[in-house]
């Protein structure tokens, strides 16, 4: 008989103890590479070893070289946690252990999908009949809608790219706002268009696409792509996307939304005007890893448009048992072949939480934001009456975006030198844990709320660490 009780049960109860302490675990890594190579490395297992001792091994010698990204301190890069159903679904994913490219190899899994594709179609307010791919992040989620919208506009142009490539093809121009995200140009060297490709449109000084320059670059003919952008990655800002999409199908252009965590607040009454006219636009990209909470890696990839979606990612090979009775076979809408089966963890989000939970998240996200940068700018206010002119400065705190999401950019000082000392003290500190970035040439601290857990005490004793922090820096 396996024993599988051996590893699973010491899987769970350091799974359980790991969960458990993350309110109050340090937010950041003790351990440095050194230690952990120590800790784990050595030369190749020449024999077995027990699975139980294997497992036990393995959790202590990572443990102080994680970092903590579910703790509702954890502030960095866009980064979300995991809720309870997501989590323990995704558990049963890897039990389960479904292929799920073919319906044949686990219709389970095709089914849950297609509902869960439904679920999201009407969460987002898209259009009706959608295709939806399930894939790892926004990454890949760029590449297969930027693959599909390719496809397209080729065929518009007389070119079938799938049969017959690049080489020859009429030239793609994609039009793309100049604070897109690294992953958009990515995809287009991944797509073999290459980074030349690129017209950078002019943005405002939140980030946004300035469709008076978009109307500008876009030409009357030839094949061309649109990329906007729901959420900038660093301020959090919003193209117009409504406006994006009446200039570029006015010239026979597709779009492209990358909304990688802004398309989310689609689901919030409140905050849904942030993505008006969202339902127009071609492909959409956007992450389940991040907002939704679900554990890594999630992404989703939308196409109202399926047989672009179909023809640039399906493929025919004479041993697949492929469905002819219209059942989901997901290898048409994802660019791998074997895949794990990510869309049950998707459906226990959104089962657990319904759309009232999303939207709350989403709500909790923004108001956690706003008071992240409210304590922050108002402590700035009690530090400048309490200290000495020369100390003003160096202690100002400004706040350089508008926070209409979840994102928060804050400078120190007005000083690139002070900010990265301030990010780097926090980051040390351990109370909670944020990135720095440069936005438009000056270097910020970038706070991201995006943790289902993130309540009032974490936002108040993080700000009261970074202050803290910053007198000290
Ligand atoms: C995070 C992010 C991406 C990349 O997503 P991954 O899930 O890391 O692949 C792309 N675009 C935006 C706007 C993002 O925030």
Redesign the pocket.
Known sequence: MVDWDGPLSEAYERATTYLAGLPERRVGPRATAAELRQALGGALPQSPTDPQEVIAHLAKGVEEGLLPSGSGRFFGF?FGGATPASLAADWLTTTWDQNAGLYAASPAAAVVEEVTAEWLVELFGLPRGTSVGFV?????A?FTALAAARHEVLRRAGWDVERDGLIGAPAIRVLAGAER?D?IDRALRFLGLGTNCIVPIAVDDQGRLKPEALAEALSDDGPQIVCA?A???NTGAFDPVKTICDLAHDKGAWVHV?G???IWAAVSDKLRPLVDGIERADPW?T?A??TLNVPY?S?LVFCAHPEPHRAAMSIRAAYLIQDENGERDSLDFNPEFSRRARGFAVYAAIRALGRSGIAEIVDRCHAMAVRFAETLAANQTDTLAANQTETLAANQISILNEVVLNQVLVRFGDDDELTRRVVRAVQDEGTCWMSGTTWHGQAAMRISVSNWTTDESDIDRSAAAVLQCLQQA
């Open positions: 866009v790892t992040g926004a990454q890949m760029n995200h992953t952008q959420g900038n990655v990358d990688a965590f802004g990209a992450d890893h991040k890696d992404g």
